[in-house]
T-cell receptor, first 112, second 113 residues
Framework: GESVGLHLPTLSVQEGDNSIINCAYS??????FIWYKQESGKGPQFIID?????DKRQGQRVTVLLNKTVKHLSLQIAATQPGDSAVYFC???????????FGPGTRLSVLP | NAGVTQTPKFQVLKTGQSMTLQCAQD?????MSWYRQDPGMGLRLIHY???????DQGEVPNGYNVSRSTTEDFPLRLLSAAPSQTSVYFC????????????FGSGTRLTVV
């Protein structure tokens, strides 16, 4: 079946450092991936997406990398700030193209 | 625009009671879905709808019912609450078609005692 997982459940970084959050996926046919950020008590918020025909996409302070050979997705946050503290989820679109499968999430803690 | 609105924010139910979690969106999104979020398990799909009058089951549909009579509303009904349904419930919507992510509501925290 399809599954999306994360290598590290918890990540602590110093303020100002770069953060890298990793995700492994199992469905090699998935064509679309999204990273979400969830702050405490709130619903997940869209951060950045990437299609399978790309290997890198950049946003404001965030970069998503896709390695289809090893079925690996990563989210890089530059100059991590206290406001980046949250749980981050990767999600892949399922085989039917309508729903997303979410990983269990990684908690990012930014240390002062 | 309000986005996706969920009510109530918190609810405590006794085992066996029924209730409806409300979800409304004002973005004219065709697609809507319900997820539950449990510690360490991420988000699991309960039911989804690709348009008014159309619903389908997700990964964990047992004990839940949905309907989609309008584009805006997608209520989730718990038929007979069980402690295993204690969770945080999120409603999400998006435009149909490929390349669109979800807009999530702020969630409903449900406790069944």
């Amino acid at each position: 079946g399809e599954s999306v997982g994360l290598h590290l459940p918890t990540l602590s970084v110093q303020e100002g450092d770069n953060s890298i959050i990793n995700c492994a996926y199992s469905n090699s046919a998935s064509d679309y991936f999204i990273w979400y950020k969830q702050e405490s008590g709130k619903g997940p918020q869209f951060i950045i997406d990437i299609r399978s025909n790309m290997d890198k996409r950049q946003g404001q302070r965030v970069t998503v990398l896709l390695n289809k050979t090893v079925k690996h997705l990563s989210l890089q946050i530059a100059a991590t700030q206290p406001g980046d503290s949250a749980v981050y989820f990767c999600a892949e679109r399922d085989n039917y193209g309508q729903n997303f499968v979410f990983g269990p999430g990684t908690r990012l803690s930014v240390l002062p | 625009n309000a986005g996706v609105t969920q009510t109530p924010k918190f609810q405590v139910l006794k085992t066996g009671q029924s209730m409806t979690l409300q979800c409304a969106q004002d973005m004219n999104h065709e697609y809507m879905s319900w997820y539950r979020q449990d510690p360490g398990m991420g988000l699991r799909l309960i039911h989804y709808s690709v348009g008014a009058g159309i619903t389908d089951q997700g990964e964990v549909p047992n004990g839940y019912n949905v309907s989609r009579s309008t584009t805006e509303d997608f209520p989730l009904r718990l038929l007979s609450a069980a402690p295993s349904q204690t969770s945080v419930y999120f409603c999400a919507s998006s435009r149909s078609g490929q390349g669109y992510g979800y807009t999530f509501g702020s969630g409903t925290r449900l406790t069944v005692v």
